[in-house]
């Protein structure tokens, strides 16, 4: 059973808060939003500034501030999104450079495979991004965050079942249309 | 560990692999963006160490309580025990036996902790997000080479890794009174003085060993907690050297069985620049 926390009204509070879930959160963004790196940072800081202005709003315990956070989060990443439309700007999500290389740090492969595998995340992010928000939320949670599928049906309001059922057919998904050579 | 190669057109299993070894970090920019945020002014890492009394005041305050840490050690058997603790930089644990809580909303981070892929900031970038000046290396031991460095902003700390075939290097800096200033070590634990430079060092082989972690509850969520029980072993391939200077703790831990010898850290800690 988890305890209720303190309120988030004094700086500490919000301090501790912010340095528990930043990556977390940060991951979350990213996910959803697909990157660039730059406009994720962005998204993620204007998370937290949205967090701290609301902070009055606010009362729960760690679980409810991970999930305000994270509607916090998935309300700016749709209004980015919107915004990326009207610009007609259809070609900024990627995976960054120092993402992948981490991915590869201790790969041993040769230079040629490595460079195809690195294809291949790419292929990955893009067709992820093409997912409908929910499904790919799903995702991002399941395997970026590592959560457990009874986690994100709790966090979600949904059934395992259900939450188990659409994270298969959305792999599912990425298979069938994954480019073929 | 190697991966499997992928196939042209990946399976589901494959795909699953690839979405779980996506592990963005932020670089030091977004550091650099909250630095000033309204949650952080009230509580200014550097605080205690920025604060100044005037000279007599300071020399007053300060006769006053060696007088009476003076007595207090002298009088009262547990305040020597504290004191005892005190002088050593490293806290001795009741026993060999450890238990920690973690929060399951992201245990890699804990797993990982040395997992080179957590140390991706240039020792500028460290150095930018830490606000203080970080002391390196002036000669790095034959095979070992830097990797990175990080920031954890709990301890307001930097550790630089250094890495070879089979051993690793960490150095760790930070100022003291940010979190807390010692190092549980187990009550089997022996702990060597040591001189460096102007300061007394202490200098400890082993380490813990995660034995047993508690089984998640069906209820728990990605926020609650866990214990892990660990061991002190006083074989574990670890050592690790602290010692304090002008305001600052620094730390040197080797780790693995190709690991530094004790003389060899010493010489690294005189060195550091």
Redesign the interface.
């Known amino acids: 059973m988890?305890a209720p926390q303190p309120s988030l009204q004094?700086?500490?509070s919000?301090?501790n808060l912010?340095?528990?879930?930043?990556?977390?959160i940060?991951?979350f963004v990213?996910?959803l939003h697909g990157g660039p790196?730059?406009e994720?940072?962005?998204l993620?800081?204007d998370t937290?500034?949205r967090a701290?202005k609301g902070r009055k709003g606010f009362s729960g315990?760690?679980?409810d501030a991970?999930c305000w956070l994270f509607t916090i989060a998935r309300n700016l990443v749709i209004d980015a999104h919107r915004r990326r439309k009207t610009h007609s700007d259809e070609t900024s999500e990627h995976?960054?450079d120092?993402?992948l290389d981490?991915?590869f740090?201790?790969?041993?492969?040769s230079p040629e495979?490595e460079a195809?595998?690195r294809e291949?995340?790419t292929r990955?992010?893009k067709l992820?991004q093409e997912l409908p928000d929910d499904r790919r939320e799903m995702?991002v949670l399941?395997?970026?965050?590592?959560?457990q599928v009874?986690?994100i049906a709790?966090y979600l309001s949904m059934e395992e079942n259900t939450v188990s059922v659409y994270i298969?057919r959305s792999?599912?998904q990425?298979?069938r249309d994954?480019p073929?050579? | 560990m190697e991966k499997t190669p992928l196939t042209e057109v990946p399976d589901e299993s494959q795909i699953e692999a690839m979405l779980s070894e996506i592990k963005p970090m932020p670089s030091a920019r977004l550091e650099s963006m909250l630095r000033d945020a309204p949650w952080r002014k009230s509580v200014p890492a550097g605080r205690a160490l920025t604060w100044k009394p005037t000279r007599k005041l300071a020399w007053g305050l300060a006769g006053f309580v060696l007088i009476l840490l003076f007595l207090s050690v002298l009088l009262i058997p547990s305040v020597r025990g504290i004191a005892r603790q005190i002088i050593y930089n490293y806290l001795f644990a009741p026993s060999n036996q450890l238990e920690v809580q973690v929060t399951l909303a992201s245990p890699a981070d804990l797993y990982n902790f040395s997992d080179p892929a957590n140390f991706t900031l240039s020792v500028q970038e460290s150095q930018q997000e830490a606000g203080f000046s970080l002391k390196q290396l002036t000669s790095l031991p034959e095979g070992l080479r830097f990797i990175g460095s990080r920031f954890d902003q709990k301890y307001y700390s930097v550790t630089m890794l250094y890495e070879g075939m089979d051993s690793q290097l960490f150095l760790t800096q930070r100022p003291q009174g940010n979190g807390s200033d010692v190092f549980g070590i187990g009550s089997d634990a022996e702990v060597k003085l040591v001189r460096i430079g102007e300061s007394q060092g202490e200098y400890v082989t082993g380490g813990w060993i995660a034995v047993a972690t508690q089984p998640i509850a069906p209820q728990s969520t990605p926020w609650s907690t866990v214990n892990i029980q660990a061991t002190w072993d006083n074989s574990l391939p670890q050592a690790t050297l602290r010692w304090q200077a002008g305001g600052y703790i620094y730390e040197l831990r080797s780790l693995g069985e190709g690991g530094l010898s004790e003389s060899e850290l010493i010489n690294l800690a005189n060195g550091l620049k």
Not at chain 1, 105 to 109: D, E, H, K, M
Request: net charge negative; proline share 0%.
């Open positions: 988890l004094d700086a500490e919000f301090s912010f340095a528990r879930t930043q990556i977390v940060f991951r990213y996910g790196l730059q994720v940072e962005d993620t800081c937290f500034y701290w315990d760690d679980h991970l995976l960054d120092a993402t981490r991915i740090s201790s790969s041993q492969r495979d195809a595998e291949q995340f990955l992010w992820l995702l399941r395997y970026m965050l590592g959560w009874k986690h709790g298969r792999l599912e990425l298979r994954w073929e050579e």
